[in-house]
């Protein structure tokens, strides 16, 4: 089955640091790949996404490249502020992939709890 | 993409009792999903609903724990029955947007048992 692993954290970094979160996935075909961030009592929003091999998915300064090479999905901000505090979660659906009609729904990998200190 | 409204927030119940979240959307979607968030953990699919069939549940979960109604195509309930406290929980309803090949998730419900 579907599976996506992602570090965990928590994740503490002074502002205007470089931010990785790797996340690497295993799937059956070739998925639709998403970064999912949940601020502190809030819900949960999607950031960005990528359907297919190469693809960048980017939003708000995140970049997310879509490896399929390495099946990862790492997300990066070259420089983060205190109000990107907040749980990440990397997820896969097959249902738009490349082999398309997958199973619905998400696959999410743990979460990675991110602190950025002023 | 989709507004998604679901109730309540927030609720304490007792142990025994069952409770039933509502989730509305603002407009029509064929596919919904509701899914359980434990503390500290990630998202779990508990099942997809489609409106006009029965609801596919994902393996550990079941129909008499978590029934399902889709009425119709803006709308969807799940009740969680015989609660216990391991069913505490945040429970989220999340529609797939085909438009833009994502998904939407609604706010979620945070449901404690005592």
């Known amino acids: 089955g579907n599976s996506v692993t992602q570090m965990e954290g928590p994740v503490t970094l002074s502002e205007e640091a470089f931010l990785t979160i790797n996340c690497t996935y295993t799937?059956?075909?070739?998925?639709?790949l998403f970064w999912y961030v949940q601020y502190p009592g809030e819900g949960l929003q999607l950031l960005l996404k990528?359907?297919?091999?190469?693809d960048k998915g980017s939003n708000k300064g995140f970049e997310a490249t879509y490896r399929k090479e390495t099946t990862s999905f790492h997300l990066e901000k070259g420089s983060v502020q205190v109000s990107d505090s907040a749980v990440y979660f990397c997820?896969?659906?097959?249902?738009?992939?490349?082999?398309?009609?997958?199973?619905?729904?998400?696959?999410f990998g743990k979460g990675t709890h991110l602190i950025i200190q002023p | 993409s989709a507004v998604i409204s679901q109730k309540p927030s927030r609720d304490i119940c007792q142990r025994g009792t069952s409770l039933t979240i509502q989730c509305q959307v603002d407009?029509?979607?064929?596919?919904m999903f509701w899914y359980r968030q434990q503390p500290g953990q990630s998202l779990t699919l508990i099942a997809t609903?489609?409106?006009?069939?029965?609801?596919?549940?994902e393996s550990g979960f079941v129909i008499d724990k978590f029934p399902i109604s889709r009425p119709n195509l803006t709308f969807s309930t799940l009740t969680v029955s015989n609660m216990s406290p391991e069913d505490s929980s945040i429970y989220l309803c999340?529609?797939?947007?085909?438009?833009?090949?994502?998904?939407?998730f609604g706010s979620g419900t945070r449901l404690t048992v005592v």
């Open positions: 999340s529609v797939e947007w085909v438009i833009n090949y994502g998904y939407t």
């Open positions: 799937a059956t075909g070739y998925p639709s």
């Open positions: 990528a359907t297919k091999a190469d």
């Open positions: 997820a896969l659906s097959d249902r738009w992939g490349d082999s398309g009609g997958g199973a619905d729904g998400l696959t």
């Open positions: 407009s029509q979607v064929t596919m």
């Open positions: 609903a489609n409106q006009g069939s029965e609801a596919t549940y």
